[in-house]
């Protein structure tokens, strides 16, 4: 599967309060550890993987280091990243979370500086990502875009996305839903919905029309599906069948970060392999919650979601 979007490199600094500040009414921390998760685009393209499929990743990083370390991280999880090139002067997304540990099962997250260009791409570099993206896409069973709305999928580029001729066309689409009429597949939350649409959203027949509206509008030719969090999910396809699909049961939700990619993934991975509709969404919910549970992005594996979910059934 070929996965296009905004790629990022999520960074997580712990350290231990000791006391507080004297310059300010904050925690002084002492460092304990720093890691580095790939994000954005690139955390579906982690799941993906970790779930035993094959992942291409299409791109921009800056040439600097934030961008090297995204490469280092994913090449070590066999995501091939030969179409996620390189601009020179430009910043690699960076997404810095300073964390205190504080005795806790997870850390508590206390700021998150951000370093992101929101620059539009050169007119070469746009030229070398699209070349790149048509070579892979006859040979994928599934292009995904990842738009987390930093300035890399203008219209034009999901225009050209579109021609392509990939055989299953999906998006994570986090509020900018015009440009991704005619996909198969269009996922977003409930506020972007409602906030779409104009219109409040509570209740399932709410989330049923929302549904129908949005795949009707988008002239959708697979299915719209709204995230609710712990309601699951709301499904309407392309020939008229509306779904709600529940989430399991999650006693322990401690970051929902990544929750959404991973849906996104699950769902489109799941309809590459020939699962119906129904049974996409339902298992994306239960990956979706099998991340909650931790803190940060985490791609789960086969083993785990096999688990979840004979303890589903059970």
């Given at each position: 599967m070929l996965v296009v979007g905004d790629a990022l490199l999520d960074e997580y600094v712990s350290g231990r309060p000791t006391r507080m500040s004297r310059e300010a009414p904050v925690p002084v921390l002492e460092f304990e550890s720093r890691r580095h998760i790939p994000g954005g685009a690139a955390n579906p393209a982690v799941t993906i993987a970790r779930l035993g499929s094959q992942a291409l990743l299409a791109g921009?990083?800056?040439?600097?280091?934030?961008?090297?370390?995204?490469?280092?991280?994913?090449?070590?999880?066999?995501?091939?990243?030969?179409?996620?090139?390189?601009?020179?002067?430009?910043?690699?997304?960076l997404k810095l979370r300073i964390m205190a540990q504080m005795g806790l099962r997870y850390p508590q997250q206390l700021a998150r500086i951000d370093t992101l260009s929101r620059a539009a791409l050169s007119q070469e570099s746009e030229d070398r990502l699209l070349d790149r993206v048509k070579a892979l896409a006859d040979a994928v069973d599934a292009l995904l875009v990842s738009d987390y709305c930093i300035g890399l999928l203008t219209p034009d580029l999901v225009e050209e996305l579109r021609s392509a001729g990939a055989s299953l066309l999906a998006v994570d689409a986090q509020g900018e839903l015009d440009k991704y009429h005619d996909f198969g597949l269009v996922k977003c939350n409930a506020e972007e919905a409602a906030g779409w649409l104009g219109r409040p959203l509570a209740t399932d027949e709410d989330f049923a029309s929302a549904a129908r509206?949005?795949?009707?509008?988008?002239?959708?030719?697979?299915?719209?599906?709204?995230?609710?969090?712990?309601?699951?999910?709301?499904?309407?396809?392309?020939?008229?069948?509306?779904?709600?699909?529940?989430?399991?049961v999650v006693s322990d939700v401690y970051d929902v970060t990544g929750a959404g990619d991973t849906a996104i993934a699950v769902m489109t991975l799941a309809r590459a392999a020939g699962a119906d509709w129904p049974t996409a969404v339902s298992l994306a919910n239960v990956a979706s919650g099998l991340v909650v549970q931790r803190v940060g992005n985490y791609a789960p594996t086969a083993e785990e979601l096999r688990a979840a979910l004979a303890a589903v059934e059970g």
């Open positions: 921009v990083t800056g040439d600097d280091d934030a961008g090297q370390q995204l490469r280092e991280s994913l090449q070590a999880q066999d995501i091939d990243c030969a179409a996620l090139i390189c601009e020179a002067g430009r910043a690699t997304t509206d949005l795949g009707h509008r988008l002239r959708l030719t697979g299915a719209m599906v709204i995230t609710r969090g712990p309601q699951g999910a709301t499904l309407a396809t392309a020939t008229g069948e509306v779904e709600h699909c529940p989430a399991p």
